[in-house]
């Protein structure tokens, strides 16, 4: 049976004898249904309509992007660790091409996702990969369509799939939100892949939140001061964000604490403004 993917969010359900009627995730109020109604593929039909690129931004790190974008549009990071490399993110499309680019970089040991709307085909790349365990806070246990062997709910507020990576959940845009310490990142000063959690914004000197990205939802002061307390007790240099080209080189924890500090302000209503 073919494990339909939505086209608006790019997210994979079971494998079913027909589309499912909607898609959950979309129809939650962070996300949406597109404007020309439920619509759904599978990676069948996808095959010879797309690519995926990979692309080095660090030693060590590699980004994979699909070309034409699809679903949210969001990139994956591929870390290399002496342990093995963890896929942090997940793109829709796999072919391949894909799984023999990323064999030759050293496959992957484990996945881990910072929310539901980046689930893509996750697990469809477990099982390219002989069954990599998928990293996901059991806060977002009820967003998960494609149920599989392959997933660990993890309780808490920290995993380490792998020596030296910590999938740390800090909440916000959704309960289960997450963010990737990688200590060996930056040449060793650290860096923090952050998905939707912390948001890379125009003005790279920047990061903001959001309950909801694509309808303006803000997230309330508790939760932006629960992320910012966070951040304060880790030691990072460098922000990769969820999508292409969305990230802060330098300084980057500097970054967030004072973000924090602008986004409370506006909510109280006393941040200067000219």
């Known amino acids: 049976m073919p494990a339909y993917i939505c086209q608006t969010c790019g997210v994979q359900q079971a494998p079913a004898p027909a589309p499912p009627g909607n898609c959950a995730i979309c129809e939650d109020e962070r996300q949406f249904v597109g404007r020309a109604g439920q619509r759904w593929t599978t990676l069948a039909e996808m095959q010879g309509s797309y690519r995926n690129d990979v692309a080095e931004l660090e030693p060590e790190l590699f980004q994979l992007t699909t070309r034409p974008a699809f679903g949210i549009g969001q990139r994956a990071l591929l870390v290399r660790t002496p342990e ?3 896929l942090w993110d ?5 072919d391949p091409a894909t799984t023999a680019a990323v064999t030759e970089l050293g496959g992957l040991s484990a996945i881990a996702i910072s929310h539901p709307h980046f689930y893509a085909t996750c697990v469809e790349w477990s099982e390219a990969f002989g069954g990599a365990p998928i990293y996901l806070s059991s806060r977002d246990r009820e967003f998960l369509p494609r149920p599989s062997p392959a997933v660990v709910h993890f309780d808490g507020d920290e995993a380490e799939p792998l020596p030296g990576l910590r999938v740390l959940r800090l909440g916000g845009h959704f309960q289960g939100s997450t963010v990737l310490h990688w200590a060996g990142g930056a040449d060793g000063g ?3 892949l952050t998905g939707d959690t912390i948001a890379v914004a125009a003005d790279r000197r920047w990061v903001s939140f959001q309950y909801s990205y694509p309808n303006r939802i803000p997230l309330p002061t508790a939760d932006v001061l629960s992320i910012a307390k ?3 007790t880790l030691s990072f240099d460098r922000i990769y964000g969820a999508w292409p080209d969305d990230v802060i080189p330098v300084d980057a924890r500097a970054a967030v604490l004072r973000s924090t500090a602008r986004y409370l302000g506006m909510l109280a209503g006393n941040w200067p403004r000219g």
């Open 90 to 94: 997940c793109l829709s499309y796999l």
């Open 190 to 192: 650290g860096a923090l």
């Open 84 to 86: 093995g490399n963890l």
């Open 230 to 232: 966070r951040i304060a």
